[in-house]
């Protein structure tokens, strides 16, 4: 005797379906970058395709909910209005952009398909009054100003994505930040 499938229960699962998805793509887009297909991250959160489509009509709007905790971290980090607030920052950046490559694949897809995505503008605006503190208490070489940060967390990217495994990419974070007087912790 065959067991009944289940019924299907359209809408009543619709926030479960929606928090297994996002749980799935973030960590799809942290092991296996933003191209993951889509339909690798239904079937890990163990719904169709369209159910994915009904709560995400693309990848960019999936990355936008997934990556939009990632600002919320910073925004926390941020409102500490202590001289240590730009290192900490900082280092969450660093950590996101090395460790999850996916942040910054969907900044540049949202430059191209979101023209009006803020993603910089909100980055710049957690990051210069942090680092204005910071430089008045000697904590971060005066002459850098945001856009060298930004410029910094671009090149970051360029590292990280280059390099043969996560141990290079830290070290090569690390030598590049050091020539810069912008110093990390590495991570063990």
Known sequence: ???????????????KNRAAILRAART???ERGYRVPLSVIAREAG?????????????????????????????AIAADRGPETFARL??????????????????VDARTERPEYDGEARLRALLSPAL??????G???AHLDVDDVVLLQRMLYGIAVTAPD???ARA????????????TPQRQ
């Open 166 to 168: 996560a141990q290079e």
């Open 132 to 137: 204005v503190r910071a430089q008045a208490a």
């Open 90 to 107: 900082w280092q969450h950046l660093v950590d996101l952009t090395v460790d999850r490559l996916a942040f910054v694949e969907l900044a």
């Open 47 to 75: 719904v169709g395709q369209g159910v994915m489509y009904r709560h995400f009509g693309s990848r960019l709007e999936l990355a936008f909910a997934v990556f939009e905790e990632h600002f919320a971290e910073l925004e």
């Open 28 to 30: 799809l887009f942290t």
């Open 172 to 183: 090569g974070v690390s030598q590049m930040l050091g020539l810069v007087g912008l110093d």
């Open 139 to 141: 904590r971060v070489p």
């Open 1 to 15: 005797m065959s067991r009944p499938s289940p019924a299907n229960r359209g809408p009543a699962a619709a926030a």
